[in-house]
């Protein structure tokens, strides 16, 4: 039987990022992908962003994820010879003088200094509406994700190392020199699965919410937007005179179709930010794998310990995905722990109740 290191379940932004420690690390390994139109990682808007926009506050270790983040696709980029990261500023719109305040207050804050311009900037776009003007986020832009995935499997496919299949989760079986799949031995697997995670028997256990979000691409000539623009929705420039505009975000959703309602709220608000004529030429869909406390599900199966899994990625994968494969990597390889706040033994209490 052949053996590998590693099996990955799962080729999203999570898997990616750990297809990347193996390579750099010399092991073998083999990804199988089942493929969807819906996977997150498909549909992201692909914004980086290391602040909370609603309350001026920095995200879960900001400093270290956007580090590590941005060195990761520079890397990708090289790798696979093509752009994937457009460094753009993203602009948050000002509701009124007092939040001006606030923002600049903030900028002065240690945690912050290093992401926000204390400047507030004024809005000189007659199509943008914005009285009380901009603040300004450093360190952000947007990866073009669709791309990376294409290109990523391609580059896989090309070292057969990718097997376009649905991992059946029956037809794994555990021995103690390692996990048989298909006539194979792996040291480990790996699930990287998003939502699809909901099915996985083994950690099915865990409080993973479906967060369904959509999303509309735009025409809009009249608009002349070069950067990231967040009010009550985003508007991502992605190529000339074309924008993505959203997000939604629910998680009590009742079908898994794009909805007429969605497209009309992303509308509505928008309207609410630009004053020009602008066309839906796309309406995209998805589903975030959130978790209940919003951290991310990292660690080892309780029993079958051979079994890991790297989840939970929830609304900010493109820079969270990066920094939690090499803690993941870190741990199953040197035995290195796991913050408390992202392995899933935080969890283990619901498994015993199950
Ligand atoms: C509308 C929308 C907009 C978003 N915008 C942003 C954004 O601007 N910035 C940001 O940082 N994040 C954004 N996100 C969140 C981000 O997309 C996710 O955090 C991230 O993509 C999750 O990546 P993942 O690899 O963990 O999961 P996924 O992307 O869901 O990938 C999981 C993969 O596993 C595969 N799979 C599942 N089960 C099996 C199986 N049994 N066998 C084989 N393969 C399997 C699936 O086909 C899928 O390809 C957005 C999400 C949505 C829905």
């Known amino acids: 039987m052949k053996k590998f290191d590693f099996l990955i379940v799962g080729l999203g932004l999570s898997g990616i990022s750990f297809c990347e420690q193996l390579e750099a690390g010399g092991h073998s390994f083999l990804v199988y992908e089942k493929g969807t139109d819906a996977s997150a990682s498909t549909v992201a808007g692909g914004l980086y962003n290391p602040v909370v926009l609603k309350k001026f506050t920095p995200i879960w270790n900001a400093t270290e994820q956007s580090k590590t983040a941005l060195t990761f696709y520079t890397r990708l980029e090289q790798k696979l010879q093509t752009q994937l990261d457009y460094k753009l500023p993203v602009l948050r719109k000002l509701a009124n003088a007092r939040e001006g305040e606030l923002w600049k207050e903030a900028s002065q804050k240690e945690t912050l200094k290093e992401?926000?311009?204390?400047?507030?900037?004024?809005?000189?776009?007659?199509?943008?509406?914005?009285?009380?003007?901009?603040?300004?986020?450093?360190?952000?832009?947007?990866?073009?994700?669709?791309?990376?995935?294409?290109?990523?499997?391609?580059?896989?496919?090309?070292?057969?190392?990718?097997?376009?299949?649905?991992?059946?989760?029956?037809?794994?079986?555990?021995?103690?020199?390692?996990?048989?799949?298909?006539?194979?031995?792996?040291?480990?697997?790996?699930?990287?699965?998003?939502?699809?995670?909901?099915?996985?028997?083994?950690?099915?256990?865990?409080?993973?919410?479906?967060?369904?979000?959509?999303?509309?691409?735009?025409?809009?000539?009249?608009?002349?937007?070069?950067?990231?623009?967040?009010?009550?929705?985003?508007?991502?420039?992605?190529?000339?005179?074309?924008?993505l505009a959203g997000t939604t975000y629910d998680h009590q959703f009742t079908n898994r179709l794009p909805t007429a309602e969605s497209k009309n709220l992303i509308i509505s608000k928008l309207k609410t930010m630009v004053d020009c004529e602008f066309t839906v030429e796309d309406h995209f869909l998805g589903f975030r794998p959130t978790v209940l406390d919003r951290r991310p599900l990292l660690g080892k199966h309780p029993i079958q310990t051979r079994l890991a899994l790297l989840n939970g990625m929830g609304t900010r994968g493109v820079l969270l995905a990066p920094s939690m494969a090499k803690n993941l990597y870190c741990y199953l390889l040197f035995d290195i722990p796991l913050d408390k706040e992202i392995d899933i033994r935080r969890y283990e209490k619901r498994l015993k109740r199950d």
């Open 115 to 243: 992401f926000l311009d204390s400047e507030v900037l004024l809005n000189d776009n007659p199509h943008i509406l914005a009285e009380f003007g901009f603040g300004k986020v450093k360190h952000t832009g947007r990866i073009d994700t669709g791309k990376l995935l294409i290109a990523y499997a391609d580059y896989l496919r090309s070292k057969q190392l990718l097997v376009q299949e649905k991992i059946e989760y029956t037809n794994i079986k555990h021995t103690s020199y390692g996990v048989i799949y298909h006539n194979k031995v792996y040291r480990f697997v790996v699930f990287c699965e998003g939502c699809g995670l909901l099915k996985n028997p083994f950690f099915n256990y865990l409080p993973l919410i479906e967060n369904k979000g959509e999303l509309l691409q735009i025409f809009a000539p009249g608009l002349q937007l070069e950067k990231i623009l967040k009010g009550p929705i985003f508007i991502i420039p992605i190529k000339k005179d074309r924008y």
